[in-house]
């Protein structure tokens, strides 16, 4: 397989088949906390897929290089101190360079540290043994992946607002029950780009 | 005595970390399709969490208010490594089905928010039965979840053969949509359960015990603020 056909298929599979939320379950909460409004789930999914794609291109040379040999067992530990460090240092670089984007995205920043979804994708990547320029890709894939499911979901809560839902499913219930119906229409996209 | 005990039980019905809190709620979706991999996870989390609370209750004096949050989440790193080469070395076919959601407890905001509204506060022996009972109740929803998702998806509980063969299954219990639906209806039931005890019914995704909530809120413009209603006496 030629290296184009190999990245539309990242891209399709990170994208759709593969979907981060919907069909891997990783970065649910933001999914379910942060998807009441369209305008607030666009905001923290790009920062989302930014943030996933700078620690991709450090955690993996990072892997690749010092720890994959003899120092595996500190994969968990470092990786996720080095998101803490680059997420601080995203915000830092962007108050003091690009103020308009802090002020659109700085706010959700310090929410994605401890989101499984950034962690999560890095260890995929190397755990999966994809070379630097796919474990990108990858990364921008998922983020993407993610930003699609946040504004349909967004979409379909907005309209839940006004709905008429049973009493017994009020709240939270119907909230995930929407999620399973969301998922399920992702669940048609199986088989495309292999 | 009765004091301790209250912390104890405290996680496993009242403020059940994943159906009243609504903690963790990544590998409660992902892990469920069978109960066996359900106690895995369960079990896993218990211990980060029984440990990692009583290292940072000891701690709490010592760490630095400012630099509070990457402190917790090294040490809970630290026994998430543990627990990963535990797991690897005695039971390497949980460690296959848990996959990436073994690694990821580091960033299970239950450990997290038991460490910054608990362990940070109180002293060892109140923050590791926290700690326990938290667990517990994480392992016993997780458990449950997987033994509905497995007895629909694939008709066995535990790998015992119970409908399979007689009944087909419903495959889509086991793929996404069926954790998403479980929860939902596992989460309207223990509402229904709350309400009728006069206690609060669960609206939003668990803002209140959130970690990060602070920044969440500001993020979400009071999202988590308009909607905590408490049920009508």
Known sequence: MNKVTAITSILLAGILT????????????????????????LSMSIAVTLVMVIATAVTWPIDTYILKDNLNYLQTVVFILVIAAIVQLIEIVLKKYIPPIYKALGIYLPLITTNCAVLGITLLNVQNNLDFVSSLFNAFAAGTGFLLAMILFAGVRERLETADIPEFLKGLPITLIAA???SLSFLGFAGIGG | MGKNLKYFTNGILEENPTLRLVLGTCPTLAV?????????????ATAVLVCSNAAISLLRKVIPDKVRIPAFITIIAGFVSVVQMFVKAF?????????????????????LARAEMFASKNSVLPSVLDGLGMGIGFTC?????????????NG????????????????IFL????GFFVFGILVSLSNALAKKKGKKIVEHIGCENCPSRSFCEKANEGACEEKEAVVNE
């Open chain 1, 18 to 41: 593969n979907n981060m939320v919907l069909s891997k379950f990783l970065g649910i909460c933001p999914f379910l906390g942060v998807s009441k409004k369209v305008k607030t789930a």
């Open chain 1, 180 to 182: 399973a119906l969301v």
């Open chain 2, 32 to 44: 469920t399709t069978a109960a066996k991999n359900g106690i895995g996870m369960g079990l896993a």
């Open chain 2, 91 to 111: 039971a390497p076919s949980i460690d296959k089905s848990l996959g990436i959601f073994l690694p990821l407890i580091v960033v299970n905001c239950i450990i």
């Open chain 2, 141 to 153: 929803t997780l458990t449950l979840m997987g033994m509905i998702r497995e007895f629909l998806g």
């Open chain 2, 156 to 171: 066995t509980v535990f790998g015992l053969t119970v409908t399979a063969g007689h009944i087909t299954p419903m495959i």
């Open chain 2, 175 to 178: 793929l996404p949509p069926g």
